[in-house]
């Protein structure tokens, strides 16, 4: 199953029982640490019986904690051994063909992030988006400027769209109305900042529905996340190919949702940056 652990954690979260659900939290939030311990060892961690383990195994899919273990190791090998592989592009001396290899390099990375998972999350996404009366954007770091385009994008057809930017002094006042009617996309990808995963815990405690644009179902964002939009990443450099063509993608079926309203939404803008005289 590999990642699907993750995704399954998310689907069946609600129908949990008590002790699943503390187990699920764990898994989530210390799967790199869980990989190396027992089945005693985890039940002394998480404070419940060896039994509940297994059960907790079982209900997932697996025929038990050690099946279960296995999955998780391969999903620390993966995040492992691409971290290293990124390394050790930058050293590589071999400049010939750098640009053919990126180029290739995202020309597979689309090809691997059209999945099953993804177009069933997608439409999920779109209809959240669509019904919510806030829609907030929030990418830190490197994720900032995926965070801007997709703001600079949806603002044009959603004008209840906020950028969330801490450090700018108003963030209080953006996110003050945030309630279940409220959406907030949360962008980031390894390595992830923890601010953005503060800041979407908040959200989420607030009620809000939250989406999570990010690169692993692993990932402290997808964890949070009622949606998740997995874009992956080539193993050997890094890219934010896939996911700047979801959110041109999200954008689009929002658009076509209510075309009149967006055609005038783009008309209004056009008339007024031709009025400002903004471009040649």
């Not at 907790?56 to 038990?64: C, N, P, Q, R, V």
């Not at 390099?105 to 806030?134: M, Q, R, Y």
């Not at 939250?210 to 997808?222: E, K, M, N, Y």
């Amino acid at each position: 199953m590999s990642n699907d652990i993750f995704l399954i954690l998310n689907q069946k979260y609600d129908s949990f029982s008590k002790v699943n659900k503390k187990l699920a939290d764990l898994v989530r939030e210390s799967h790199s640490t869980i990989v190396f311990m027992s089945i005693i060892e985890f039940s002394t961690y998480a404070e419940v019986s060896p039994a509940s383990i297994t059960r907790f195994s079982k209900e997932l899919g697996y025929t038990g904690f050690p099946a279960f273990q296995k999955d998780l190791q391969q999903i620390v090998k993966k995040e492992t051994i691409d971290r290293k592989e990124i390394r050790l592009s930058l050293l590589d001396e071999n400049t010939d063909d750098v640009l053919a290899s990126v180029l290739n390099a995202n020309i597979e990375n689309l090809k691997a992030t059209l999945t099953e998972s993804l177009t069933n999350e997608f439409l999920s996404a779109v209809d959240t988006i669509d019904k919510a009366k806030k829609i907030y954007i929030i990418g830190l770091r490197s994720s900032y400027s995926v965070a801007y385009y997709f703001y600079f994008l949806l603002k044009e057809i959603r004008p209840n769209t906020q950028l969330v930017a801490p450090g700018t002094g108003d963030l209080f006042d953006k996110i003050m109305t945030i309630d279940n009617d409220s959406v907030l996309v949360s962008i980031g990808f390894s390595k992830y900042t923890k601010q953005t995963a503060h800041v979407t815990e908040y959200f989420s405690n607030c009620g809000a529905k939250i989406i999570a644009i990010t690169d692993s179902f692993s990932s402290p964002l997808s964890v949070l996340s009622d949606i998740t939009l997995i874009a992956a990443n080539p193993k050997n450099s890094y890219s934010f190919v896939s996911a700047m063509s979801i959110m041109n993608a999200l954008v689009v079926s929002i658009g076509r949702l209510n075309p009149k309203e967006t055609l005038a939404a783009l008309d209004r803008k056009d008339a007024l940056l031709k009025e400002m005289n903004i471009h040649y």
